[in-house]
C-alpha cells in the first residue's frame, strides 16, 4: 500500500512525506518526521500507526487536537483524501492504489480498537520476542484468565488471540472498572515466546502478583494473579 501525507498551509504546497515507516510522527520539535514550525501545534502533537493495511491517525494529547475532515478526533483509520488539520496546516492523506477509487463510508474506530490501543512503545516491546532465537518456530501453548474478583466475576477468557485488551472501554475485551482506569488500560498479547502483559493508559496500572506493571510488559507464567482496577483474574495455561 503507497501512502503519503502532503503538507498545505493555505493553498500551498509545503512537503510530501510517504507512509513507509512503523510510525510517523508529527509535531512543532525537529526531530518529528513531520515537522511544523507553528506555535498551534504542540512539540509531539500527532502520529500515524502503520498496523497491518490500515493507518491510523491518533492525537497524542495535544493542546489544540487534531481535525480530519472539521471533526476532532483521538483515533482515526485514514481514508483517501481525508484532511487532517494540525494548528493553521492542513495534510492531505493519499493512499495511492485507492485514488481513483471512491472512498468508502467510515467505519466506527472502535471496530480496530483493539489493533489500534496496543500499539505504543510498550505494547510494542510487550509483543517482540525476546531470547536469543531459540524460540523461533515454537507455538505458545494456550493460557487464559479466570475472574476471581469483579463485574466479570467467575467468567473465564481464552487468551487465542495475538491482544487481548483490558479497560473500562467498551471495545475491550476484559471490561473493569474503576476511576483511574483507562478506557484501554492494558493488554495481553501472545507472542512465541509467551504471554505479556503491559500498561497502556489511565493513572491504575496492573499489577501482577502484587508488583506493579510499570515501564516495562512482564512475562505472564502458570498461575500469576493478575489484577486490573476493581478486577482481580488468574492467568493459567490450558494446554501443557
Known sequence: MACKLILKFKDSVISECPLEAEETSIGRKPENTIHIDNLAVSGRHARVLKIGNKLILEDLGSTNGTLVNDKQITKHVLQHGDNIGIGKHVLVFVNIDEKETPPAPQQDDSDDMDKTMVITPQARAAMTPQGDGQSKGM??????????????????????????????????????????????????????????????????????????????????????????GDTKMEFFIKEK
Open 139 to 228: 507455538v505458545m501453548p494456550l493460557g487464559g484468565v479466570q475472574i476471581l474478583a469483579g463485574a466479570m466475576t467467575g467468567r473465564s477468557f481464552d487468551l487465542s488471540a495475538s491482544l487481548t485488551s483490558i479497560g473500562k472501554g467498551d471495545a475491550c475485551k476484559i471490561k473493569v472498572k474503576g476511576l483511574t482506569v483507562g478506557k484501554q488500560a492494558a493488554v495481553i498479547t501472545r507472542r512465541p515466546t509467551g504471554y505479556h502483559i503491559a500498561h497502556l493508559e489511565g493513572m491504575s496500572k496492573p499489577r501482577v502478583n502484587g508488583q506493579t506493571v510499570s515501564d516495562q510488559p512482564k512475562t505472564l507464567n502458570d498461575g500469576d494473579i493478575i489484577e486490573v
